[in-house]
């Protein structure tokens, strides 16, 4: 995310704790970017957590707060070598780097359509998965 953020982009990232977000947001200033990173709480492994993320996203977006939609990049995970579920009662891992990207896409998809690369007849949202250990955010 610091990549696209130094390259102009407006970034929306959720982060886990708020603590996370503030280092993100030092990082960012101490680069001097111009682009800006916004960071929402999001656990990905509880159901509500990703439709409240959602829908401040989209609250934010369609107040005009924030830019378009363009992209949709889906790069976060776990892995628990023992068996957890979560409070929704499913287990961790796959609520975390499946179902909880599922829930996301699916809420969000109605937002980048509408707001999306261009809006172009014909033209399609962007959304990008990968599970990246090294990632910067």
């Not at 603590?19 to 001097?32: F, M, N, P, Q």
């Not at 830019?67 to 995970?77: C, D, F």
């Amino acid at each position: 995310c610091l990549t696209l953020a130094s390259a102009g982009a407006a970034v929306i990232v959720g982060v886990r704790s708020a603590e996370r977000g503030a280092t993100l947001h030092r990082k960012v200033a101490r680069r001097s970017m111009t682009g800006a990173v916004h960071t929402l709480p999001l656990d990905l492994s509880s159901l509500a957590s990703v439709r409240h993320f959602a829908t401040a996203v989209a609250g934010r977006l369609a107040s005009g707060g924030w830019p378009p939609l363009r992209q949709l990049i889906l790069n976060a995970g776990v892995l628990s070598m023992d068996r957890a579920d979560t409070v929704d009662g499913v287990e961790l891992t796959f609520a975390s780097n499946h179902l909880g990207h599922f829930l996301l896409t699916t809420l969000l998809l109605p937002t980048l359509r509408a707001t999306g690369p261009g809006r172009r007849p014909g033209s399609r949202p962007r959304i990008a998965s990968q599970l990246n250990p090294s990632r910067e955010c």
